[in-house]
């Protein structure tokens, strides 16, 4: 069981509900992959409409909302929007987002420390997307955040887990889960940051831009399951450090 | 070898200042010089550098068009998902102190002249939203006295009210000025060049504040100091020899980039059509050379944002959209006034896409691309 604040999920895997084909699509691509946190932007809601394309599908489904706040490029907009979202969504989870760098989507660690240690004490539940940075991700946890974001690659890119040795530092040393998000293209690539010891992923282009993104969302589903059932039995290389018996071993005893 | 300059870090000049050290003669020459063999290793690479890009616009890239596309398609669908974004223009006046051969806003144009008020702007924004609209572009011919700042900041609060998101395509101004309309709430500025080649510039536009190529040039760059979310290019094919044009806007769009990090990018290609001025094309861009030149763009810059308007027909755009695009216009009307305060008024260009909003967003979903109406908030990017 994963569990985030006040609340369990069965599922490991989270999805972005960007980048579909079509809403329902979206919809049953959120159905194949058993997943019960789906995050959705601020910005592409809209409220005026009694049925639209990404908030009305949601709804009708079994799924705990997390909004979040892309498009703000400062603290003080990403508090606004997280106002925005707990009125319009009557939720007060968060995926906080800011990352002011347009080409690759980069996090601002500075303005998401800022911001989450307000969000915490405006009573918000707050995820941060963030850099792979052990240091930061120990003051995002300080501030009160329930669980930190760092990326495995840039947004979008497919590239899986380019910073490997900064998560393991990160997963070792959090106290809250380490859900790892963006870069993730493959679910291999989602099974490898189960193994390593992560909460969680998040995964969205990977699934939302596949030929057959229904049957992507199954298969990181089952990923992310193999990947964390393998971390909970214990990976071979982590257990193969005490070898059952040897001449050394014989020769140890008999010290 | 004379390749495509570098980028430079130099920071106060502006691109202007590179701009300058360009030899236009040098690198249409060098345009056409380009392999097979270059251009097989171009679209393996994954980091596309000017170079890379020119050699993509080449005629020696011209058989390799399906591959090409191929690339964009998928690098289009890794960027922006199995979505199109949707807007349409607001033509706020078309009055105009300039001279351009090919416009029918031109001020020798013998048509019917008007400036909306802010009640009829008012109006068009409704006729726009009842379309299903939610992202506009505003645009008005180029008239500082008339049509300046203080008009674009009376109308803005009105038409903010309407829409998630508000783009300007306008003439250039001061980099004040674009503080004032970030605050007013104009979240994007579209600066289209129409040439970098300062000879054919000054051919096409002979009268007005536009034959300061200059002040347009630069423009950008005060675009970007101000701060504003996305900064929009774009040259007129037809104009001048496509392809040294195109790699001139590359190395504006990446040094842009740099500078203004913060600041998304789109880019805008049309091809001058046909309108009341009745232009002739002296350097015409087949349909196959555009979708050349659009998906080499893609695989050199795939965050580009890249827009097709209706002055391209329901078919091309159909076809094309898929393969690199990322926001269209529907349901466009190019004449103030023309949604809904007066539809018969003369138009900027004519329209070769006269599918209504509602039409164009079926015939995505039949081809697996969903429409978005809104991707933005009025309150972002105002700081």
Redesign the interface.
Known sequence: MLRIADKTFNSRLLLGS??????QLMQQAVAASNCQLVTL??????LDKPQD?LLSPLKAMNVQLLPNTS????A??AV??AE?AREALQTHWLKLEIH?????LMPDPIETLLAAEQLVKRGFVVLPYCSADPVLCKRLEQVGCAAVMPLGAAI???QGLQTRAMLEIIIEQATVPVIIDAGLGAPSHAAAAMELGAAAVLVN?AI??SDNPVAMAHAFALAVEAGHSAFTAGLAHHNNQAIASSPFTDFLAAL | MIAVADITTSYDGGFIAQWQHQNWQQLQLYSRSFSAIQVQHALQKQQLNLSDLQTLLSPAAAPFLPQLANKAQLLT???????VQLFAPLYLSNLCANECTYCGFSLSQKVKRRTLTTAEVEQECRAIKAMGI?QVLLVSGEHERKVGIDYFCQILPVVRRHF?QVQLEVQPLSTDDYRRLKQAGVDAVMLYQETYNQLAYQQYHLKGKKSDIHWRIDAPDRVGRAGI?KIGLGILLGLTDWRTDAIILAQHIRYL?KHY?????SLSVPRIRPCSGGATVANPISDKELIQLICAFRLFAP?LEISLSTRESAQFRQHVVPLAISSISAGSKTQPGGYSVEPENLEQFSIDDNRSPQQVAEAL?RQ???P??????P???R?
Do not use: C, H, M
């Not at chain 2, 669908?77 to 979505?83: A, H, L, S």
């Not at chain 2, 990090?261 to 990018?265: G, L």
């Not at chain 2, 978005?372 to 908030?377: G, Q, T």
């Open positions: 960007g980048k579909f084909a079509s809403p932007a601020l910005k592409r809601l809209e394309d498009g703000a490029k400062t003080k907009e606004f929007a925005l002011p760098d347009a080409r690759y979008g890119s497919n282009t939302a831009s | 669908r890794q960027r922006f998902g199995r979505t939610d998630s979310d980039q990090w913060q600041s998304r990018f965050e979903l697996g691309l969903q978005v109406w809104k991707d933005w908030e309150f972002l990017g700081a």
